[in-house]
């Protein structure tokens, strides 16, 4: 018989996937786990038990449906260091809750459920997962390809609207800066039948409006075209009713015009003939046209050109002749940008780009004093981008450097674009692909020189990513597999490396991601994926020394939210608060609390009213200082812990949770191979902890207190060496740590001297 003393000192790389656990032969392996439960991992090597979730708003009015992917929905507001809050989104409301910066507590301030036009907000359950969201100073824009883009406004510390984001227009409405796009075939005409008025009739040349619903009093009053503008050339219609796939009734803010190209006007020495290029112009011979805003040409003064005019000829579909009111003395091109008056059929017209018709955009972003949208049913791989630093601006102009920008991001296979995010360069993912707008030696992005750039091709879901040490974390669509593009400056490109492939396992269909980065005085990160399934994966980073691995969050519930502001986490969780009564909680990860869904409560004899966050039958577990009293069921909204201690004033008192770290096989490399598979047993574990209160190892518990310890004094937590005994030969023995108590522990290593 052999005895060799094995050290389990680093647990970097967290749990690992079942797949690795025969790989014996990994360096992997002897710094992993094959279960790790409610532990963070220190950077030391060692795990830590996580705090508990402290119970801090119960959210009565939502009835739990676990048919549905996400019913309750966090969302970080930072204002400022001292005006930060959470807002709660769930079916159609906003509870919005203000973080007191001097005491960190959370209080709330408002609940929404209508915008400013007493229109009920459109945030249903069915689609909460789905939304995007971007803050800008006091305003946040929240985004879905179902409804208009919606902006949560802070009026003052704790006031909050919501608005209809509305497109900067000039006054009148006689141009609205949105995005419009030609959504009919080429070559279909749209006929005004005159260029200014109301009630004035367009017909297009093919079916194009839509018809939805029955046809009552000649119109489709459930026509989605109704309400959308159109724009003919450069002049703005909008639809107030439709009578046909073909014929719709609009309303024209300004006269129509068409702005000709430069120096579109031709002159012939000696004539009062005028060619006028005008393309696509649909014009006819002897048609009335008015000329307006023409210079001199040709000797012709600018006054003689501009008026109301016949055409004399059509030379061709881009070109006509008109007689003006003096000859020229000269032949030349010229007369600046004039406009032509005019309502002829036209295939220069387009549509709004956002609408109940089209959709609207499913992801929004901020880069570089840009609004950024992108993803609508209709252009589904199409980005737009606001002028530089006007948010309400999308007019393409003349390509200037600040104009808006629209660009494209299909390549082969169309992938929707769900997600902005703004990093070294602006990041942007699609169902299909990874794409990033390179800049050029530090110039900003403009019309002129953007380009989408596709770079892998995994595809997004649809849980936001999140920048995190240069490279945007992301989830890989399906659901499996968490990966982050990153900027490789070897292969001069971004890749997407995947960050989860060593524990797979634990990513279960995710809903949600944050990330918290660096907290204050420590170089640790850790990345929390909620997962359909209602637990947490979370991922423990530390940068300084290069270690990385996942452990598992579970609670006597279900996770339901997760959100970050700064170092602090909330969470949303579905407990059952007594009798089959299911609530969801707004919650904070607290390193004080050893329960969940907890709090401090004060009473006396030991009595407590719990009546906040528990009904009556509930089961709970009671925590005093550093002893676990055990479990009592609520009873007339009270926890009646008197039987125990009948002096107790004070007490925490919630869902206690399990811990567990569950080694990989302990295995000995000798001269004759590995030894899995082949009996051995552990016969001594030997643990170095922190601040422990409750351990067991392979069901052996530590007792804390000894007979002739002073029970009147507070137990102390033990910090050093201690010693385990085991009995048994296993094929495969592992070092199971367990606590059959809910407080304290953290394991630095283990030893485990095993026999073979």
Known sequence: MRKVKVPLTNFQYGEISPSLISRTDSEIYNSSAQRMKNFFIRAEGGVL??????????????????????????????????????????????????????????????????????????????ILHEITFAQGGDVLFLCHNSFMCRQLVRTGLNSFQVELYVFQQEAGGARIHQPYYPFHPFGVTLNPAASTGSGVTVTTSQAYFDTTGSQSGGNFPNSKHVGVSLRYHDSELFITSVQSTTQATVNIVDTLRVELAADALRTVDGSSDIEVTHINHGMSNNDSVTIEDAGSVGGINANQINGSRTILKVIDE??????????????????????????????????????????????????????????????????????TALYYNFDLGTSAANDSIELVASIGEIGTIRHFVSNRDIHIFTASSEF??????NEPITPLNAQMKRQTNFGAGFVRPEPFYGATVFNQIGGKMIRQFVYDDTENAYKSDPISVLSSHLIND?????????????????????????????????KLENRAGWSNFVTDGSFHSIMAIESRVFAVIEYDLGAGTKKFILTELNANMNIDNANNYTGSSGVFNV???FDNGAVVDVVSATDYLGQFTVAGGNVDVSAVDSGLTSCQVGFGFDVELKSNPIDIGIS????????????????????????????????????????????????????????GYNRDPQVVVTQTAPLGIQVNSIIAEVTF
Request: aromatic residues 12%; neutral net charge; hydrophobic residues 40%.
């Open 49 to 126: 038990k996580r705090g508990g979730f402290q119970a801090l708003h119960k959210f009565s009015s939502v009835t739990v449906d676990n048919t549905k992917r996400q019913q309750i929905r966090l969302f970080p507001f930072i204002f400022s260091d001292d005006e930060q809050y959470v807002v709660a989104m769930s079916n159609n409301k906003l509870e919005i809750f203000f973080i007191d910066p001097s005491t960190g507590a959370l209080s709330l301030v408002t609940t929404l459920t209508q915008d400013t036009d007493s229109v009920a907000l459109p945030f249903s359950e069915n």
């Open 436 to 441: 990033y707008i390179p800049t050029f030696q």
């Open 318 to 387: 881009n070109r006509y002749k008109v007689t003006v009111g003096a000859a020229a003395n000269a032949s030349e091109d010229g007369g600046g940008f004039p406009k032509i008056v005019t309502h002829a059929p036209t295939s220069q017209w387009s549509e709004q780009s956002y609408s109940a018709v089209r959709g609207f955009p499913a992801a929004v972003g901020f880069h570089e004093n840009r609004l950024w949208f992108g993803g609508t049913l209709s252009q589904p791989d199409f980005v737009w981008a606001s002028k």
């Open 672 to 727: 004759t191979g590995p030894l899995t598979g082949e009996p051995r047993t552990i016969g001594k574990v030997i643990l170095d902890l922190n601040n422990t209160l409750s351990v067991s190892v392979n069901g052996t518990k530590l007792f804390i207190r000894k007979v002739n310890d002073d029970f009147s004094q507070i137990r102390q937590a033990v910090t050093g060496k201690k010693e385990f005994y085991l009995l």
């Open 510 to 542: 995710p809903v949600q991601m944050c990330i918290v980065a660096g907290a204050v005085n420590t170089s640790e990160s850790f990345i929390f994926i909620l997962n359909f399934t209602g637990d947490l994966a979370v991922y423990n980073v530390n």
């Open 611 to 613: 009546s906040n966050f």
